[in-house]
């Protein structure tokens, strides 16, 4: 089973800030990873996938990259809505998994 | 719009089988893996299995011996049978299509949350 990796946990930031989530697969994944918003007591919100690719809708401030085992989300500047919980999944092999998850809070 | 709505006991008691139905409705169906996920309180995501239009299966090792995914394509339903539950068991459980173009889960319920206790 591959096992995914995020860091921090959390962190603290101010709107404006420039804020980067780090994702790590426990074997090569290619490209096949994708990236989750869930905000407290929501499901989770389709945000980016083939590891650079934003889906329809989300804003340009984010913004993926990596490819192996290495990946990052970045928000270029946040927003007040961006505060959440963020998680990556990768699609390269059943079992499906996901990150940990990094709350992004309020500073 | 793809909308997705779970419905389930809410309270299920321990060594019980959970019965939980997903109900899709608003577009297309038949180019997703109709998938069950969960999260336990104050946890992350946990992938439990899928069912794929024609009625392939594909489950989460760590729960295969216990779960049974099955699929209504004419109700456009799909259904998850957990059982001999624990209090482990205890999360919100979301059904979620995946769309294999992008590997990705697109749409979720909004999720039910059960709870294992007697």
């Known amino acids: 089973d591959i096992q995914m990796t995020q860091s921090p946990s959390s962190l603290s930031a101010s709107v404006g800030d420039r804020v980067t989530i780090t994702c790590r697969a426990s074997?090569?994944?290619?490209?096949?990873l994708s990236w989750y918003q869930q905000k407290t007591g929501k499901a989770p919100k389709f945000l980016i996938y083939?590891?650079?690719n934003l889906q329809s809708g989300v804003p340009s401030r984010f913004s993926g990259s990596g490819s192996g085992t290495d990946f990052t989300l970045t928000i270029s500047s946040l927003q007040p809505e961006d505060f959440a919980t963020y998680y990556c999944?990768?699609?390269?092999?059943?079992?499906?998994?996901f990150g940990q998850g990094t709350r992004v809070e309020i500073k | 719009q793809v909308q997705l709505q779970e419905s389930g006991p809410g309270l299920v008691k321990p060594s019980e089988t959970l019965s939980l139905t997903c109900t899709v409705s608003g577009g297309s169906t038949n180019i997703y893996y109709w998938s069950w996920i969960r999260q336990p309180p104050g946890k992350g995501l946990e992938w439990i299995g899928y069912?794929?239009?024609?009625?392939?299966?594909n489950y989460n090792p760590s729960l295969k011996s216990r779960v049974t995914i099955s699929g209504d394509t004419s109700m456009n339903q799909f259904s998850l049978r957990l059982s001999s539950l624990t209090a482990a068991d205890t999360a919100v459980y979301y059904c979620a299509l995946y769309d294999i173009t992008v590997e990705s889960f697109l749409h979720w319920g909004q999720g039910s949350l059960i709870t294992v206790s007697s």
């Open positions: 069912i794929y239009y024609g009625g392939s299966t």
């Open positions: 999944q990768q699609g390269y092999s059943v079992p499906y998994s």
């Open positions: 074997q090569s994944i290619s490209n096949r």
């Open positions: 083939g590891a650079s």
